[in-house]
C-alpha cells in the first residue's frame, strides 16, 4: 500500500500521461550524470529528438521543481537543475514505466555528450551592467556544486565584456592552469 508522500507523487506523475513520461526522462537524465544540466541541455535532447515541445518541457520542469523532485539553481541567466533525494526515490517506483528505446537514447545521448555537457556547466561566464554604469565580467569553475575559482571583473563597455565572455569559453582551463601554477609557486 502506498504512503500518503508517495500518493502525492503518484499524482503528480500519473495526471497526464504524456507529460509523465517527460517528467520521468528528465528524473532519470539528472540520475544519471553527477552534474547538474542546463535548461539548454534538458531541451537539447528533448527538443532535436522532437519527444516533445520547448514549451511542455518547460512546464514539466516546473512542475518537477513544485513538487521538489528537482532543484534548480538559477546562475546568470542558467538554470542548472538537479535531482533530489524525492525525486531519486520517485524514480525508484516508476522507472519501470521508461520504455527501454527511450533509456537507450538518453543513455546514448549522455555518453555522447558528457564530457561537452559537463564542461558547459563547470566553466560559467556572463556579463551585466552594474549602478555605476560599468559592466561586471563574472567567471566561474565549477566541480559539482563546490565553486573552484570565481572571479568578477569591471570593464568600461559592453563591447568588452562580450569579448571576455567569449574568451572565457575557448580559454577557462588555460586560465585557470595559469593561475594555480602561478599563486602555488614559491617566491624565490
Do not use: C
Not at 72 to 86: A, D, G, P
Request: no cysteine.
Amino acid at each position: 500500500m502506498l504512503e500518503i508522500k508517495e500518493i502525492s507523487w503518484y499524482s503528480l506523475l500519473m495526471n497526464n500521461e504524456p507529460k509523465t513520461l517527460y517528467k520521468l526522462m528528465v528524473l532519470h537524465m539528472l540520475r544519471q550524470v553527477n552534474f547538474p544540466l542546463t535548461e539548454n541541455q534538458l531541451s537539447e535532447f528533448f527538443l532535436s529528438r522532437e519527444y516533445t515541445n520547448y514549451f511542455t518541457l518547460k512546464e514539466v520542469l516546473a512542475e518537477l521543481t513544485n513538487a521538489s523532485l528537482i532543484s534548480v539553481e538559477s546562475i546568470h541567466n542558467t538554470s542548472r537543475y538537479e535531482i533530489t533525494e524525492e525525486g531519486d526515490n520517485t524514480l525508484d517506483f516508476f522507472d519501470k514505466k521508461i520504455p527501454s528505446i527511450i533509456i537507450e537514447d538518453i543513455e546514448k545521448y549522455l555518453k555522447d555528450n558528457r564530457f561537452k555537457m559537463r564542461n558547459e556547466v563547470a566553466n560559467i561566464s556572463d556579463y551585466y551592467k552594474s549602478t555605476s554604469g560599468d559592466y561586471v565580467v563574472h567567471y566561474e569553475v565549477r566541480e559539482g556544486k563546490s565553486k573552484l575559482l570565481s572571479i568578477d571583473l569591471a570593464v568600461p563597455d559592453e563591447e568588452q565584456a562580450k569579448l571576455m565572455v567569449s574568451n572565457w569559453k575557448d580559454k577557462n582551463s588555460e586560465i585557470y592552469s595559469y593561475l594555480l601554477k602561478t599563486l602555488m609557486t614559491n617566491p624565490d
